[in-house]
């Protein structure tokens, strides 16, 4: 019996080592294996819980991003419950007299439009160095799509905002787990009012589906994906901007460049607004082994609320640069593609590099800015190529 | 004996693996199906030895139970657990790495958010040390007299030296070719 047990207890510890051994695998191999998501093709799952989704750049080769191609950012889980006969929108703060509207009613409203290229602040974190904490997003948390609802100025002036009203806070149905503070932002009164800022129930000319906000969800051009808040339920219009974590320590970038890793005081801080100027290659792709002839070099690029200028393309490694052609299909807020057309001269190892430059004359920069949360990262994008 | 005890056993462990794996989704089940996930990755037998929610004297009554099955698996071709749910489905969840903090790191973090938001960080030290306190100000339950284990247990498996994550890629979807 004593052996026995001698046995088990020797057993016991192969099996609490043997427990582990699916730990370190997981740990050690790369996890290819993928996760099926309905409605979701091929994209980068960052995280699962809560439900982060990046593109592959691959895919920014059209104009308007398929829903099932466009990134996913969540802070929160996203609300397990959505009603849409129950679901309501209310509009109050600083206001004459509030109002509330069904689905119905707000559906009725006068539609517009607003093609957005629409980005995570923190697209690109992974790129920074040294490195910071955060979704690890590579270049694919940016996609561009045509957003349509009725104009929040409408809702705003419906409502009579008060000369006290400076800015206008969304409150979505995320659910908040543990202590975590609530995901509400706010933007100032004079973009709220904005003709193209919108309280947008459609994506591409579909009702919003799950993991972009359904039933609404506000869409504020040219700024950071963070100030289009999803699931929205309450607006609220507000003597001063919004006070949370999400409004400050969170999306602030330094008022002056820092030493890469310094930490920056909150008072030296502004809020991040509007997208920086910024180019991707989407082909070919890093690593790509091509035969020699002609190689279509294409991308996207954007800034925010300004106009693309120019797009430059550098095959020596940023010494000399060519312009690219800018795609025909272009709006106010959304990205251009582009491509270029190249003739390797001989074969060997090449870096090709874009550069993007909008119409105020900003220029996408060797280096970004390097900040705490790895906001706006926006350097000079390349790729590695070997041409046979 | 062995032979009568043994499907008994294994019908309380295959039991205890899909309690343990309803426990670590319930938190997210309604989020995971929603979005229209299966919620069910392969039962871990780390989490089956480790996890909080069980009780000493179940961990080592399982971990004694076990033991003869998990030599088993490590003999044969394929682990007891692809045979024993077939059609393996994909494994969803993904898990930290070994080590004295393992349990409670993930106890302490899985709460809010999966592991995979670790796995992908690679900060040292002093940025470790910021993130478990906000986290805990957020409500990660951390003992104090744990949080400078917790700090090196992640500084040392997710530090700016380590080779980059890579993240798993969601599965082709048909609609997604012809979708808007």
Known sequence: MNSRRNFLKQISVAAIAAGATPSILTWALPQQQSVAVPGEDGMVLRSYRFFDLESPVEYFNTWLTPVPHFFVRNHMHEPSELDPAAWRLSLGGEVEKPVSLTLGELSKLETHSVVNTLECAGNGRSLHRPQVPGVQWGKGAVGTARFSGPRLRDLLQRAGVKSTGKHVMFRGLDEVPGKVPPFIRSIPIEKALDADTLVAIHMNGSPLTRHHGFPARALVPGWIGAASCKWITEIKVLDKEFVGNFMSPAYRFPNQPGKPGDSVKPEDTHPVTALS?????????????????????????????????????????????????????????AWRLWTYDWKPGKSGDYTIMSRATDSQGHTQPPTAVWNPSGYLYNAIDQVNIHVA | ?????????????????????????????????????????????????????????????????????????????????????????????????????????????????????????????????????????????????????LIDYLSKNFSPDKPAYEPQRTAPDKRGKTSK
């Open chain 2, 1 to 149: 004996m062995s032979h009568k005890v043994f499907p008994d056993v294994f019908r309380k462990i295959v039991k205890a693996c899909s309690d343990v794996e309803e426990r670590r989704f319930s938190a997210a089940s309604s989020v995971i199906n929603d979005a229209g996930f299966s919620p069910c990755g392969r039962p871990s037998l780390r989490s089956l030895l480790f996890s909080q929610p069980l009780s000493c004297n179940v961990r080592m009554y399982l971990a004694r139970t076990l033991a003869p099955i998990v030599l088993l698996a490590l003999t044969s071709a394929s682990p007891f657990w692809a045979r024993a749910q077939k059609p393996a489905p994909p494994k969803v969840t993904t898990d930290l790495p070994a080590g004295t903090m393992q349990a409670k790191a993930t106890t302490a973090c899985s709460e809010c958010h999966e592991a995979r938001i670790i796995l992908q960080q690679r900060l040292n030290n002093a940025a470790w040390t910021k993130e478990v306190d906000k986290m805990t100000k957020w409500g990660a339950v951390v003992d104090p007299a744990d949080r400078e284990a």
């Open chain 1, 277 to 333: 100027v910024k180019s991707v290659i989407s082909g070919p792709s890093e690593g790509a082994r091509l035969k020699s002839g002609r190689v279509a070099v294409h991308g996207a690029a954007w800034a925010g609320g300004a106009d693309i200028a120019k797009v430059e393309i550098s095959t020596d490694g940023g010494t000399t640069w060519s312009p690219a052609t800018l795609g025909h299909a272009q709006a106010h807020y």
